[in-house]
């Protein structure tokens, strides 16, 4: 059973444009969701997290914006670059588990020239 | 700045050989987690040990088995290996601060034939 759902599965945006990934969970427990970032033949590298205390954090081009009550949070990247082409999860962990993540099943984005 | 080191960086092994992958943390991290990937699939959690114990399980087979020892570096010794097995292996470091940031190496490939 997935814990944390993410969609889409691919996303193709041209150049410039706007990548909007999204996530859901369930687990209540939950408090704390990173986002990273994975290039083939490497290791997935944070780009960004949240705690469920704020509704939006921007770092540069990414942002993540949390909604609590539906149990959901997105990850936006502005002005998209070829070199952003990669795959994206989201995580999501627990405080009585330290920090053991729970991904999402991933998301493939290629941004066109 | 130093990263998580994983060797070897790729493994080729025959069904029902054995396997050891070990892990070098960051300097300062006394946290190692374990994660499985296989192809197009996001990483699960195998197993976790800070201050060299065994803090969490996950979905690792009884055929696999891990360490840490006392310098911090961690080992996965994989016994009676499957074709299933083949997968990318993360190891991970963070230090027992609350900070929930997870820190992967660049993995290993593991491919069982």
């Known amino acids: 059973q997935q814990q944390v759902k993410q969609s889409p599965q691919s996303l193709i945006v041209q150049k410039g444009g706007i990548s909007i990934i999204n996530c859901a969970y369930e687990?209540?427990?939950?408090?704390?969701f990173p986002w990273y970032q994975q290039f083939p033949g490497k290791g997935p590298a944070l780009l960004i997290a949240?705690?469920?205390?704020?509704s939006e954090k921007k770092e540069g081009r990414f942002t993540i914006s949390f909604n609590k009550s539906a149990k959901q949070f997105s990850l936006h990247i502005m002005d998209s670059q070829p070199g952003d082409s990669a795959t994206y999860f989201c995580?999501?962990?627990?405080?009585?588990?330290?920090?053991?993540?729970?991904f999402g099943e991933g998301t493939q984005l290629t941004v066109n020239p | 700045a130093a990263g998580v080191i994983q060797s070897p960086r790729h493994l080729i092994k025959e069904k029902r050989e054995t396997a050891t992958l070990k892990c070098y943390p960051i300097?300062?991290?006394?946290?190692v987690y374990w994660y499985q990937q296989g192809p197009g699939q996001d990483p699960q959690f195998l197993i976790s040990?800070?201050?060299?114990?065994?803090?969490d399980k996950g979905s690792i087979p009884d055929r696999f088995s891990a360490q840490q020892f006392s310098d911090y570096h961690s080992e996965l010794n994989m016994s009676s290996l499957e074709l299933g097995d083949s997968a990318l292996y993360f190891c991970?470091?963070?230090?027992?601060?609350?900070?929930?940031?997870?820190?992967f190496g660049s993995g290993t490939q593991l491919s069982v034939l």
């Open positions: 991970a470091s963070s230090p027992w601060t609350g900070t929930r940031k997870l820190f």
């Open positions: 687990n209540t427990a939950f408090d704390y």
């Open positions: 949240i705690r469920p205390d704020v």
């Open positions: 995580a999501a962990s627990k405080e009585t588990s330290g920090s053991r993540l729970t």
């Open positions: 300097p300062r991290h006394d946290t």
């Open positions: 040990f800070y201050e060299k114990m065994q803090s």
